[in-house]
Each structure stands twice: as C-alpha cells, then as structure tokens.
C-alpha cells in the first residue's frame, strides 16, 4: 500500500465558495484541526481566506507569483526577486512536460544565485507574522 502524504490545500476555481466566508470558515477550520495549511493562488479577488485563516490560526500564505508558460523566464525572475526581498516566495505553475523541464533547468541554477529550494510548507511557515 502506498501512503500519500501531504502538507495542505490550495484552490482552484471556486471563486464564489472561496468568497463566502460562511462556506470557507469549515473548511479551512477542518484544515486547521488536521494540521495542514492553505495556499492561496491569489485568483479571488474578495477572498475571504486571509481574515479567517488569521482568526483561527491556520497557517496561510498567498502565491507571490502566478507562472504561466509562455512567460516562464521572466516570472521565474520576478519569483526570484520576491524571495530575495521577502526572504521566501511560492510560485504555482501549470504542470506540463514542458514547464517541468524548464523548472528542473531553473532549479539546477540556483544554488549558484544563492537560492535553495523548500518545501512549501517551510515558505509558509517563513511568512508567519512574528
């Protein structure tokens, strides 16, 4: 048997749910008890997440950089420069062949640039207001 393991959620689509807070409170309360986080793509604008993520203390963070394959290079330098002023950044990106092989190409440059890779988990919790 194969256990998967994993750390939380993110959305996608539901911008109606995702904007009521009476339907997210249940969720992200459930998230909170399980122990797991929420990323947020940043797509909902009237998003109701980060009020109530801060309420309850789920650990939370907002995508810095929605990356889209026909501007791969540039994003992943702005994902870059977020992280250098921030201290951590989280990207989201539609996962093709295509954009692998290009992410495993960035990847491999960066210890050079004096970046590491994390896991997501480790961003978020990087962002926690102290």
Do not use: C
């Not at 793509?41 to 889209?68: F, M, N, P, R």
């Amino acid at each position: 048997m194969v256990k998967v393991r994993y750390v939380g959620v993110t959305n996608h689509m539901g911008e109606k749910f995702e904007a009521a807070s009476q339907s997210m409170t249940p969720v992200l309360e459930e998230l909170k008890r399980r122990g797991l986080l929420y990323i947020d793509d940043g797509s909902v604008k009237e998003s109701t997440v980060s009020q109530i993520a801060g309420t309850i203390g789920l650990d939370y963070s907002v995508v810095s950089v929605q990356i889209d394959a026909s501007n791969l290079a540039k994003q992943l330098a702005q994902l870059e420069a977020t992280a250098k002023e921030r201290g951590a950044a989280i990207g989201v990106v539609k996962a093709t062949p295509a954009t692998v092989k290009q992410l495993s190409d960035w990847a491999a440059k960066l210890q050079a640039k004096g970046f590491v890779l994390v896991p997501v988990s480790a961003a978020v919790r990087s962002q926690r207001p102290s």
